[in-house]
């Protein structure tokens, strides 16, 4: 898949795609600041993943980043846990930028963070905590009940922990994201709400009222679960709660541990794709067992077929039956080969005339079988030349370029 190599951070219309009277409506969030990418607001949706190197690998890690960087990655997320490896992304950082360029960087900070965030703040433009693990809480096998007390006490413990990060962050402009994990929730929680959707949004919400406390909104949030119906239904109830509280924070969206291959890929996509249709998420990551750089093509691939983005050629091609009058998977293959590198185009491959023209009458070019042997042509529903079947890619390709639209690969 053709991805852009260096995606633009230039705001776009909430409803695209231009080329339909309907689209997806985004919900309106807050603009948030990663680096020189902006996160929510009409800004594109972002496409993240995260380096599997060592961070205290420097060499590794800066030609990680720089991979992902190079096919798409927006923004790139390092794991953190400890203070050597916080210590560690400053030099990742000043070698991308004396070798590469800067590239948006996100921390990731688990365990009892609190010195290993203040320290890699420094370095990053994002850090990611997880509200379940930031401050250890004991659990406790005989406990009935959780006193006011209690929630006071660890409360005061969360915030005093977590004040220092926010104002280092907030001083610097720099971004938090508050990333929940359904794995992994504060005992409180899954002991007042249980393993439920719930306890995700109330555990986000008790970090968020710190932060704006300290006139902090530089905030995007994550609710992920490795349970399909588990994440969307946390993000549903995320917004559904932000809107009740009138908050308007970004939403990063993905199925965490979706696994690899073809399911992991259906998994993310029933996920992610589910709820951008209904206008919620301004990022997205595709969690795969897998080297990083093969989430990127299912990123774009989901932004795409919800016309959310437009990185890549949109082919039309219909499935192939008795009617067809060559063979469609040979010749799609050959399209795609020649013009995979037009960014923005729709091009249709229609086997008959009984699916073409009518049925890609939203395509810039087609290419459909009207009789044995000769291929039909055709700019949007004009039919404009019939050539032979073994000069068809060749005369798409001159009627492309006579239009003025083609670029070399």
């Given at each position: 898949?053709q991805?852009?190599?260096?995606?633009?951070?230039?705001?776009?219309a909430?409803?695209?795609?231009?080329?339909?009277?309907?689209g997806?409506?985004r919900r309106?969030?807050?603009?948030v600041?990663?680096?020189?990418?902006?996160?929510?607001?009409?800004?594109?949706?972002?496409?993240?993943?995260?380096?599997?190197?060592?961070t205290?690998?420097?060499?590794?890690?800066?030609a990680?980043?720089?991979?992902?960087?190079?096919i798409?990655?927006?923004?790139?997320?390092v794991?953190?846990?400890?203070m050597?490896?916080?210590?560690?992304?400053?030099?990742i950082?000043?070698?991308?930028?004396?070798s590469?360029?800067?590239?948006?960087?996100?921390?990731?900070?688990?365990?009892n963070?609190?010195?290993?965030?203040?320290?890699?703040?420094n370095?990053v433009?994002?850090v990611r905590?997880?509200?379940?693990?930031?401050?250890?809480e004991?659990?406790?096998?005989?406990?009935?009940?959780?006193?006011s007390?209690?929630?006071?006490e660890?409360?005061?413990?969360?915030?005093?922990t977590?004040?220092?990060?926010?104002v280092?962050?907030?001083?610097?402009?720099?971004s938090?994201?508050?990333?929940v994990?359904h794995?992994?929730l504060?005992?409180?929680?899954?002991f007042?709400?249980?393993?439920?959707?719930?306890?995700?949004?109330?555990?986000?919400l008790?970090?968020?009222?710190?932060?704006?406390?300290?006139?902090?909104?530089?905030?995007?949030?994550?609710?992920?679960?490795?349970?399909?119906?588990?994440?969307i239904?946390?993000?549903?109830l995320?917004?559904k709660r932000?809107d009740e509280l009138?908050?308007d924070?970004?939403?990063?969206l993905g199925?965490?541990?979706?696994?690899?291959g073809?399911?992991?890929r259906?998994?993310?996509?029933a996920?992610?794709?589910?709820?951008?249709?209904e206008?919620?998420?301004?990022?997205?990551r595709?969690?795969?067992?897998?080297?990083?750089?093969?989430?990127?093509?299912?990123?774009?691939g989901i932004?795409?077929?919800?016309g959310?983005?437009?990185?890549?050629v949109?082919?039309?091609?219909?499935p192939?039956?008795?009617?067809?009058?060559?063979?469609?998977?040979?010749?799609?293959?050959?399209?795609?080969?020649a013009?995979?590198?037009?960014?923005g185009?729709?091009?249709a491959?229609m086997g008959?005339?009984?699916n073409?023209?009518?049925?890609?009458?939203?395509?810039?070019?087609?290419?459909?079988?009207?009789?044995?042997?000769?291929?039909?042509?055709?700019?949007?529903?004009?039919?404009?030349?019939?050539?032979?079947e073994?000069?068809?890619?060749?005369?798409?390709?001159?009627?492309?370029?006579?239009?003025?639209?083609?670029?070399?690969?």
């Amino acid at each position: 898949m053709q991805t852009l190599p260096n995606p633009v951070n230039a705001p776009i219309a909430p409803s695209a795609p231009a080329d339909a009277n309907v689209g997806i409506v985004r919900r309106k969030t807050r603009p948030v600041p990663v680096g020189d990418i902006t996160i929510g607001g009409d800004y594109p949706v972002a496409v993240q993943s995260m380096i599997n190197e060592d961070t205290l690998d420097i060499e590794g890690s800066v030609a990680a980043i720089r991979r992902l960087h190079e096919i798409g990655c927006e923004i790139v997320r390092v794991t953190v846990p400890s203070m050597a490896h916080a210590k560690a992304m400053e030099e990742i950082r000043d070698r991308l930028y004396k070798s590469y360029k800067p590239v948006p960087l996100v921390a990731d900070v688990h365990h009892n963070g609190m010195k290993i965030a203040l320290e890699v703040a420094n370095y990053v433009d994002n850090v990611r905590i997880n509200p379940g693990l930031y401050v250890f809480e004991k659990p406790k096998s005989d406990r009935t009940e959780y006193t006011s007390a209690e929630f006071t006490e660890i409360g005061e413990k969360i915030r005093e922990t977590l004040e220092p990060l926010v104002v280092k962050l907030r001083d610097q402009n720099k971004s938090m994201r508050i990333g929940v994990n359904h794995g992994s929730l504060a005992e409180r929680m899954l002991f007042t709400y249980g393993d439920t959707p719930e306890g995700m949004v109330e555990s986000a919400l008790e970090f968020i009222r710190i932060c704006e406390s300290l006139d902090f909104y530089n905030i995007e949030l994550s609710l992920k679960a490795s349970r399909v119906p588990v994440m969307i239904a946390a993000n549903r109830l995320m917004v559904k709660r932000m809107d009740e509280l009138g908050m308007d924070y970004p939403l990063h969206l993905g199925v965490t541990e979706a696994g690899d291959g073809e399911y992991g890929r259906i998994k993310s996509t029933a996920g992610i794709g589910t709820l951008l249709a209904e206008g919620i998420g301004d990022t997205i990551r595709v969690s795969l067992t897998e080297a990083p750089e093969k989430e990127i093509p299912v990123c774009y691939g989901i932004l795409q077929a919800l016309g959310l983005r437009r990185t890549m050629v949109e082919y039309v091609a219909c499935p192939s039956c008795g009617r067809t009058l060559f063979n469609l998977e040979e010749v799609l293959a050959k399209v795609r080969a020649a013009t995979h590198h037009l960014t923005g185009l729709n091009i249709a491959v229609m086997g008959c005339i009984v699916n073409g023209p009518g049925e890609m009458a939203d395509a810039d070019y087609g290419y459909v079988g009207k009789q044995a042997g000769y291929i039909s042509l055709y700019r949007g529903r004009e039919e404009i030349k019939r050539v032979p079947e073994d000069q068809g890619v060749q005369e798409l390709i001159n009627l492309i370029k006579a239009d003025g639209r083609w670029v070399e690969p």
